[in-house]
C-alpha cells in the first residue's frame, strides 16, 4: 500500500493511515462524509480519485461482502454468515465463542475441488479461489459484528470454512500477512491454523518457507484404500507420501501437527482403526481432533455414537496421542462445511425466513 501511495507521491505516514483505518478502525466505505475526520487532504483526495467503494473501475476497490444471510444457533455460541461476493459467489463465515475469545472460521475458495464426499463443499464442486482482499474481508466482516456488539475482538482464525487454503496458496499467504500485521488486525500467527485435506507440495511449501501458523491435516483414513473412499484427493497426493510430508514438516519446524479425523459410523470409528492410525502416526508429534460426522445431504453416512467416540479417543490416549472431541458446533444451524449455502440453494432461505 506504501508503494502505490508513493507512485502517487504520497508520504508513507498517509500509507500507515489508510491502513489503520482500514484494519483497526474498520472503515468500508470511501464515500464522502464516511472517512475518518483526520484524513489528510492529500489522502482524501488520492482516495475520491483512485478507490471508490466497490467501483473497480475506479482503480482500488474495497472487498465488502453483502450478508446474504446470517443465523445464530440455539445455544448463542456460533454465528454463521453467508457473504456475497462482488460477482455473486457466496460463502460461508463462521464466528465461534468459547469462554473469553472468539474465533473466526473462514473460506478461501468458491467451492472446493476435492471432492470429500461427507462435505457440503466438496459435493457443490469448485466454481472459484478467493482473492486474498475476500479471505481478509471475511475477518472484517466478524471484526465489525464483534464490535457492533462491543465485544473484545477475534483472538483465533482457522482456515476450516469453505475450500482448500493450499490449493490456493498464494492468496492464501497474502491474506495471512495482512491479517497478522501489527498495525492492522493482529491476530498472532501461532493463533491461526491452517487445515489442509493434504496436498503435499502445499505443506513441503509451508515447512520450507517456514510459516509460522498452525497446520492441521484432515486424515480420516488410516490406509490408503479406506481414505480414498472418503477423500478422493487421496489419490492423487497418497497417504504414504503425505504422511512422510508431516514428518518432514516437523522435523524442520520442530512443530506439533494437529491431525482431523471425522468420525463415520461403521466407516472409520473402531478402536481398531484408532490404533493403526496411532501406528501410522508413530513418532510424529501429534494431537488428534475427532470431529463427529455432520449429516450432509449428499452422503448416507451417519455420526458415530457418543460411547464409539470415547472408545476411539480412549484408544489413541492409550497409544499416547492426546486427542480432544471437536463439539459439532452450531449444528442446528447448519455449521458444517459448506452446510448454509447448500441448504440455501435448496430452499432459498432469505435472511427475514431465517
Ligand atoms: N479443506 C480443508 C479445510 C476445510 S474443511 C480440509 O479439508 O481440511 C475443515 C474440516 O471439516 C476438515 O477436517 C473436514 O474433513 C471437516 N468436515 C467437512 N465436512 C464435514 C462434515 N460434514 N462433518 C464433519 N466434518 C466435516
Ligand atoms: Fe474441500 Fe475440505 Fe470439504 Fe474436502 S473437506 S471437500 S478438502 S473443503
Redesign the pocket.
Known amino acids: 500500500m506504501a508503494d502505490l501511495l508513493a507512485r502517487d507521491g504520497l508520504h508513507f505516514s498517509h500509507a500507515r493511515r489508510l491502513w489503520r483505518a482500514l484494519h483497526r478502525e474498520l472503515v468500508n466505505d470511501f464515500a464522502e462524509g464516511k472517512l475518518p475526520a483526520d484524513f489528510l487532504p492529500p489522502l482524501v483526495r488520492w482516495l475520491r480519485e483512485h478507490a471508490r467503494g466497490s467501483d473497480t473501475h475506479a482503480g482500488y476497490s474495497l472487498d465488502v461482502p453483502t450478508l446474504a444471510a446470517e443465523i445464530p444457533s440455539a445455544d448463542g455460541l456460533t454465528s454463521k454468515h453467508l457473504l456475497r461476493l462482488a460477482d455473486g459467489q457466496e460463502v460461508e463465515t463462521v464466528l465461534m465463542s468459547y469462554p473469553g475469545r472468539y474465533t473466526a472460521c473462514v473460506s478461501t475458495q468458491a467451492g472446493?475441488a476435492?471432492g470429500?464426499v461427507?462435505?457440503?463443499?466438496g459435493q457443490m464442486g469448485f466454481a472459484r479461489h478467493l482473492r486474498p482482499g475476500e479471505i481478509v474481508a471475511q475477518v472484517l466482516h466478524l471484526q465489525r459484528v464483534l464490535r457492533a456488539a462491543r465485544s473484545p475482538g477475534l483472538r483465533n482464525l482457522v482456515?476450516?470454512?469453505?475450500?482448500?487454503?493450499l490449493h490456493n496458496y498464494d492468496h492464501v499467504m497474502t491474506a495471512l500477512e495482512i491479517i497478522t500485521e501489527q498495525r492492522g488486525l493482529n491476530i498472532g500467527p501461532g493463533r491461526i491454523s491452517i487445515?489442509?485435506?493434504g496436498v503435499v507440495p502445499g505443506i513441503l511449501r509451508l515447512a520450507e518457507e517456514r510459516r509460522p501458523y498452525n497446520l492441521?491435516v484432515?486424515l480420516?483414513g488410516a490406509s490408503e484404500e479406506e481414505r480414498s473412499a472418503l477423500v478422493p484427493a487421496s489419490r492423487r497426493w497418497p497417504l504414504a507420501d503425505l504422511i512422510e510430508a508431516c514428518r518432514h514438516y516437523a522435523e524442520l519446524t520442530g512443530r506439533r501437527i494437529f491431525f482431523?479425523w471425522?468420525l463415520v459410523a461403521g466407516v472409520n470409528d473402531s478402536p481398531d482403526t484408532a490404533r493403526r492410525l496411532a501406528a501410522l502416526l508413530r513418532g510424529v508429534d501429534a494431537h488428534i481432533n475427532l470431529?463427529?460426522?455432520?449429516?450432509?445431504g449428499g452422503f448416507g453416512g451417519s455420526p458415530t455414537e457418543e460411547s464409539a467416540v470415547d472408545a476411539f479417543q480412549l484408544a489413541l490416549q492409550e497409544a499416547g496421542y492426546p486427542c480432544t472431541v471437536r463439539q459439532r458446533r452450531g449444528i442446528d444451524v447448519a455449521a458444517?462445511?459448506?452446510?448454509l449455502r447448500a441448504d440455501k440453494a435448496k430452499r432459498t432461505l432469505t435472511p427475514a425466513a431465517l
Do not use: D, K, R
Not at 118 to 121: K, L
Open positions: 472446493c476435492m470429500c461427507f462435505c457440503a463443499t482456515l476450516m470454512g469453505m475450500g482448500e487454503p487445515s489442509t485435506v492441521a484432515s480420516h482431523e471425522t470431529i463427529p460426522l455432520n449429516p450432509t458444517g462445511c459448506g452446510q
